[in-house]
């Protein structure tokens, strides 16, 4: 028998909790669609935000993923609510659905910045939407091999996250991204900033993860992982 894992951080978190050996457990990564990326690279990005109500100078910071304690998006709304006390012009994009869409709605109201941020619900569109945006960011506080980052990476979007299970194996720190010590708001806020500040910076960490990512995850590529795996038992 073989056991599969999607990252290495999950590996290593089934043999400590099962005191499994390792013997027949390998980690290979999820493949992702890449057509919809593919296609989005030629959408209409102005178009996209003026039908999201978002104006095509501001600074776009999207962030795809439950609205669940465990991805902690209302710190995306402080983030939003820092930078824009700083005059930044900046609108939170969130995109997907969970328990906490009723509260961060209200937060978001409480804050003074509801209409900075917009809560689209589940899309089949993300790939146009990620287009539109200028950075992602995870705020979450435990991942397993989050797909959203892969999609964001072939989006041409630089990522900050914070340093939690597989996402080091996804992004490398000024590579395709920021990667932050967990739960380091500051920080976390510090390395937004920091990339508001430098398109070129942006722009070579997009283009990293796209150009790196077509190949890496692309299904043909996953399934001769998988191949290679089922070949080792």
Known sequence: DLILCTSQASQDDFMRTY???GKHIIAVENAVDLKPFLNAKYSDKT???RVLGIPSHSFLVVSVGSLSNEKDP???LHLTKDLRMK???VHLLLIG???LHSQLESSAQRMGIDEFVHMVGERSDVAELLHAADIFVLASNTEGM???LIEAGLAGLPVVAY???GVPEIIRSDEEGTLVTPNNFAALCQAVETLMENHLRRARMGNTASEKWKARYDIRAVAERYAV???SV
């Open 229 to 231: 795996a089922r070949d």
């Open 47 to 49: 178009g996209t935000r």
């Open 146 to 148: 989050p797909a959203c």
């Open 97 to 99: 659905e969970g328990p």
């Open 74 to 76: 209302q710190q995306l």
């Open 87 to 89: 005059n930044r012009d």
């Open 163 to 165: 340093s939690v299970g």
């Open 19 to 21: 005191q499994h050996s």
